[in-house]
């Protein structure tokens, strides 16, 4: 059976049936993902009953893997998954959800404000591939807002006013705006800020897009208050119902996203709860904008 794509959303996300993600890809297979990538930035799969190794194996087929380090504050001690393999649960080593007032509980609830995966680091995640091992029974859904329709959207002063403006992006940013700062002094130094370009321009499609990211904290020459009043009315703008599309996860469920054209966040679910969800990433291939040494 072909791969086949529907879109359920009116501006972008389809819904893939007809391929198995568990097993080797067809080179057909491949190229029919990515261009539905390109098109819907957003493809949701059902019923993927895949293992870590299958997942990171599918992941390859879109580009190397990214190093997860410096990704977040779990020590490699404390690591649930192996490497390649982005623990986004909300669970310890012991199989059971954090304690309420564990550090990388309260770092992890950053994943509920709107982001762009890895929009941190100097060169930024293409896609990321999220599995759902384990549901939880109420809350959740990942949310996604398509960057490309909000681009489309804005007027054209403001076009060409961000058109080449340069944000600062750092975890530092993101966890700060809600309150949490204690970070060590070799987390700060991982968290150094990197810089991103506001407009992306996608490299197969042509389309532009917004690259915003919670973990926007200034944009470069500007003075920070007028900065993220900036960045906060353009990501209320973008994140407007029309431009949202909300996935409501069920077991063995894979949602692959274009992190180029979208941003998402997880909304707010019961954390006495078990919930087992594990994402691979695929690298990106070069920096939006060159950085400068700090
Ligand atoms: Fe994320």
Known sequence: MPVSIRQIHPVFVGEVSGVDLTRPLAREEVAALEAGMDQYAVLV?????????QQMAFTRNFGAIENERGGNITRPDQRRLPPGMND????????????????????????????????????PAKYSILS??????????????????????????TKAEIEDLVCEHSLIYSRGSLGFTELTE???????PVRQRLVRTHPVTGRKSLYLSSHI????????????????DLAEHATQPRFVHAHQWRQWDIV?????????????????EPRDMRRTTVAGDAPTVEQIAA
């Open 217 to 232: 904290g200034t944009i470069v020459g500007w003075l920070r208050p007028e900065s993220l009043s900036l960045i906060r």
């Open 256 to 272: 692959m996203w274009d992190n180029r054209q979208t941003m998402h966040r997880v909304r707010r679910f019961d954390e006495a």
């Open 132 to 157: 759902c091992r384990l549901p939880c029974s109420t809350g959740g859904n990942t949310e996604f807002a398509d960057m490309r329709a909000a681009y489309d959207a804005l007027d054209a002063r």
């Open 186 to 192: 070799d987390e700060r130094a991982a968290f150094r």
């Open 88 to 123: 986004v649960s909300n669970l310890g080593q012991d199989s059971r959800p954090l304690a309420r007032d564990d550090r990388r509980r309260l770092f992890n609830l950053g994943n509920q404000l709107w982001h762009s995966d890895s929009s941190f680091r100097a060169v």
């Open 45 to 53: 799969f059902h019923d993927q009953r895949i293992d870590n190794d």
